[in-house]
């Protein structure tokens, strides 16, 4: 299957800094990715929905003020935790999808976050 | 109302024990579904697709039923390694990827 890299795999902040995840689609142009956020013994929650070069949508509750997406290239999308809280702490997911190259979608290995 | 339901389980069953488990979805214009494995801490990887017309992936057999708004999965012959946490997702239409809570399974010795 086509390969997603997520970058970090594991962060520790202090509350109020900004953290930066990364999501990279390795060997295909992915027209959309998709971030979530799953809290232990919990199911992934879809977050937003990011296509290339257009802003992000996203799910009713997620405040997009503090959860910054943005998916400059068909290979990149970024997710940035701002002013984190001890709340935020979770497992953050991606994953890419390109209708031209599947009908599933393939997920990076996820960033534990932890905000101390 | 959630988009995808499922029972979460826990399932303990002994080894070489058949178990199924089953999704419920909301949107009935949802296009495409699928069955996804998670072990703990790490992504979900794709177990299978599920077809209209069922299908089988060795001791996995996966079924959609669009008239009751839900798909299954059934695993023969449990193994040890198929512990793991099984989530059912399915496709909104701006090709969003929606999954159920997960349903936990333990196969004991």
């Known amino acids: 299957g086509a390969v997603v890299s997520q970058h970090p795999s594991r962060v520790i902040c202090k509350s109020g800094t900004s953290v930066k995840i990364e999501c990279r689609s390795l060997d295909f142009q992915a027209t959309t990715m998709f971030w979530y956020r799953q809290f232990p013994k919990q199911s992934l929650m879809l977050m937003a929905t990011?296509?290339?070069?257009?802003?992000?949508?996203?799910e009713q509750g997620v405040e997009k003020d503090k959860f910054l997406i943005n998916h400059a290239s068909l290979t990149l999308s970024t997710l940035t935790v701002t002013s984190a809280h001890p709340e935020d702490s979770s497992f953050y997911i991606c994953s890419a999808f390109s209708v031209g190259v599947s009908t599933e979608a393939f997920f990076g290995q996820g960033t534990r976050l932890t905000v101390v | 109302r959630k988009e995808v339901e499922q029972d979460p389980g826990p399932f303990n069953v002994p080894e070489g024990a058949t178990v199924a488990f089953n999704c419920t979805y909301s949107n009935s214009a949802s296009q495409s579904f699928f069955w996804y494995r998670q072990d703990c801490r790490k992504e979900p990887k794709l177990l299978m697709s599920v077809y209209s017309s069922g299908n089988e992936d060795g001791r996995f057999t996966a079924q959609l039923n669009r008239a009751s708004q839900y798909i299954s999965l059934l695993i023969r012959d449990s193994k040890l390694s198929d512990s793991a946490t099984y989530l059912c997702a399915h496709t909104g239409t701006g090709n969003q990827f929606y999954f159920g809570t997960g349903t936990s399974l333990t196969v004991i010795p």
């Open positions: 990011s296509n290339e070069g257009s802003k992000a949508t996203y």
